[in-house]
């Protein structure tokens, strides 16, 4: 069945560092991928989105690329602030497009 | 505040009691999700709604549990029978039209269930 695949955390990084979350999935055809975050004592929410092969999603900084050829879709940002410390979840729709399937969350904690 | 709202944010309950869990959607979707969430773990699909009619429910889903949209607004999610097991973060998700068939959910904050 569909399944997402991301490294896990926690991943301590001082501000200002590359950030780089990788996340793999397995799905029948192309679905759409997405990143969500969940910020401390906040709700998720979606972060970016890609919906076909090749496409680039970004938000606040962050960018990830769906590549089919290895079934990935990392997630990057240049330059990490304090605020950016959350769980990020790597996530795709099943094939009828009524749910997600996520992966396990990635801690991200940023130290001034 | 127009986004999605739980109620209560906090359940801590003795084993065996009955506890139940409230979503308010926003306004305008029409689609409404119940989600697990363990420690450390991603969100697992429980269930989900278009308008009152509840078209799936995961293997997850106990006999003990039950969800209900009734007017095809807010949603209950019931647990009869508590067990440690079912100590979790219960998360609630609306989305409207093809915005939820692609993916793009919006999640209330969540509801702590803790059973001792």
């Known amino acids: 069945g569909d399944s997402v695949t991301q490294m896990e955390g926690p991943v301590t990084l001082s501000e200002e560092a590359f950030l780089t979350i990788n996340c793999t999935y397995t799905a029948t055809g192309y679905p759409s991928l997405f990143w969500y975050v969940q910020y401390p004592g906040e709700g998720l929410q979606l972060l970016l989105k890609a919906t076909k092969a090749d496409d680039k999603g970004s938000n606040k900084g962050f960018e990830a690329t769906y590549r089919k050829e290895t079934t990935s879709f990392h997630l990057e940002k240049g330059s990490v602030q304090v605020s950016d410390s959350a769980v990020y979840f790597c996530a795709l729709p099943k094939a009828a497009g009524n749910k997600l399937t996520f992966g396990g969350g990635t801690r991200v904690l940023v130290k001034p | 505040d127009t986004g999605v709202s739980q109620d209560p944010r906090h359940k801590i309950t003795k084993r065996g009691q009955n506890v139940t869990f409230r979503c308010d959607p926003i306004?305008?979707?029409?689609?409404l999700y119940w989600y697990r969430q363990t420690l450390g773990q991603g969100p697992e699909f429980l269930t989900y709604?278009?308008?009152?009619?509840?078209?799936?429910k995961s293997r997850l889903l106990s006999d003990r549990f039950s969800a209900e949209r009734p007017k095809g607004s807010f949603s209950t999610l019931e647990i009869q029978r508590t067990e440690q097991g079912d100590s979790a973060m219960y998360l609630c998700?609306?989305?409207?039209?093809?915005?939820?068939?692609?993916?793009?959910?919006?999640f209330g904050e969540g509801s702590r269930l803790t059973v001792l």
């Open positions: 306004s305008e979707h029409n689609r």
């Open positions: 998700a609306s989305s409207f039209g093809l915005a939820g068939a692609y993916g793009e959910l919006f």
């Open positions: 709604f278009q308008n009152e009619a509840q078209l799936e």
